[in-house]
């Protein structure tokens, strides 16, 4: 682990979809240049911490400190700021195919800075060429395989070099081969730009890779934080059917059934 300085730290974290209660008082701190690969099963929880992460909700209770700053809590004017800090890879890439991968990765400049044309030109084909695109500036988006989505989408997300980079299922649809290189393009990401990066996947593979630490999540909490080792090695009935995907066999109480199909 690098360094023991939080960049991320979620208190008591409640959050609700109209009257149902998905996050239940979730704590989690996230050190300065660590990979944190958060996962669980599908309803868990963790593609909404993700969401509240990055700002975009208000929760129902708690605290999420980013780089310092409660963003429960701060402006609308202040949240714009600190987003400069923040680069995210959605899980399909999310590229505008009306413009070209070049123009796509220029996007963040123009949004937050005054830069003329030719230097943000120059940034993109230089982050382009961290992501081993040097010279698909000109492409399409259409034009690219799953794969190339996938790094030109990142080299959008580090173009402003983000102190902070959350990732959504980055190897979802790409075969191991490329999951592979994506796995260790993040791993260079964070030696040489001194990032903390947020990692939502279910690949085991990929998580066991790049973790410093994993958060496993079910059911709106935290059932463990711990490094790759320990999270292997423990004896929670839950983590260990999700690791060697066993299916979850939760029974369910007779008043709990009927209530459900009653809608009481």
Same mark, same amino acid.
């Given at each position: 682990m690098k360094n023991n300085k939080s960049a991320i730290e979620v208190i008591d974290l409640v959050t609700h979809y109209g009257p149902r209660e998905i996050l239940h008082g979730i704590n989690l701190s996230i050190n300065e240049d660590e990979i944190m690969i958060i996962m669980g099963g599908s309803g868990s929880g963790k593609s909404t911490l993700l969401r509240y992460l990055l700002g975009l909700g208000t929760p129902t209770s708690g605290?999420?400190?980013?780089?310092?700053? &409660?963003?429960?809590?701060?402006?609308? #004017?202040? *949240?714009?700021?600190?987003?400069?800090?923040?680069?995210? +890879?959605?899980?399909?890439?999310?590229?505008?195919?009306?413009? #070209?991968?070049?123009?796509n990765v220029k996007l963040p400049l123009r949004e937050h800075t005054n830069l003329d044309e030719k230097t943000? $030109?120059? *940034? +993109?084909?230089?982050?382009?060429?961290?992501?081993?695109l040097g010279g698909f500036e000109k492409m399409m988006p259409a $034009?690219?395989?799953?794969? *190339?989505?996938?790094?030109?989408?990142? +080299?959008?997300?580090?173009?402003? &070099?983000?102190?902070?980079?959350?990732f959504d299922e980055p190897s979802a649809g790409l075969d191991p081969v490329v999951s592979a290189e994506l796995d260790e393009l993040i791993l260079e990401l964070r030696d040489a730009m001194k990032m903390t990066i947020v990692v939502v996947t279910h690949e085991l593979e990929s998580a066991f890779k790049i973790a410093d630490r994993i958060t496993v999540l079910d059911q709106g909490n935290i059932l463990m934080t711990d490094t790759v080792e320990n999270i292997k090695?423990?004896?929670?009935?839950?983590?260990?059917?999700?690791?060697n995907r066993r299916p979850s066999n939760d029974e369910v109480q007779a008043d709990e059934y009927l209530n459900r199909l009653t809608g009481i």
């Open positions: 605290n999420i400190n980013l780089l310092g700053k &409660d963003i429960t809590k701060i402006s609308n #004017t202040e *949240m714009h700021q600190l987003r400069q800090n923040m680069g995210v +890879a959605f899980q399909g890439g999310a590229l505008l195919s009306s413009m #070209t991968v070049g123009e943000m $030109e120059i *940034m +993109a084909r230089m982050k382009l060429e961290v992501v081993n $034009e690219l395989s799953g794969g *190339m989505i996938k790094r030109a989408a990142l +080299a959008r997300a580090i173009v402003m &070099d983000p102190k902070l980079m959350f090695n423990s004896d929670n009935e839950r983590i260990q059917s999700l690791l």
